[in-house]
Nanobody, 120 residues
Framework: QVRLVESGGGLVQPGGSLELSCAAS????????MGWYRQAAGNPRELVAS???????NYAASVKGRFTISRDNGKNTVLLQMNSLKPHDTAVYYC??????????????WGQGTQVTVSS
């Protein structure tokens, strides 16, 4: 199993910033695709941002220009810097990683979720 531990969520005023962090641990050989989903109350889970091992990125249109995803392969972490936060960004944010295991097997793991609340 690959364990993901998230941190960085909290309460912030509109226009503020937060940085989410997700650290992976386990017996994987390498981590491939990594990213963040979010789920607001009453809404389906949506992809916020993803990043490949070559650092190529994709963003949801609603966060493009405000959020930045990055990864540190040496620390097995994926980060999400969130700037100019809006009330609509309020959600539980879940990180995920695609892990390559011994023998070439692949496994997707999910973090426990961290609450981000944007409110004045």
């Amino acid at each position: 199993q690959v364990r993901l531990v998230e941190s960085g969520g909290g309460l912030v005023q509109p226009g503020g910033s937060l940085e989410l962090s997700c650290a992976a641990s386990g017996s994987f050989v390498r981590l491939n695709n990594m990213g963040w989903y979010r789920q607001a109350a009453g809404n389906p889970r949506e992809l916020v941002a993803s990043i490949e091992r070559d650092d190529s990125t994709n963003y949801a249109a609603s966060v493009k220009g405000r959020f930045t995803i990055s990864r540190d392969n040496g620390k097995n972490t994926v980060l999400l810097q969130m700037n100019s936060l809006k009330p609509h960004d309020t959600a539980v944010y879940y990180c995920y990683v695609g892990a390559e295991l011994v023998g070439g097997f692949r496994y997707t793991s999910w973090g426990q979720g961290t609450q981000v609340t944007v409110s004045s």
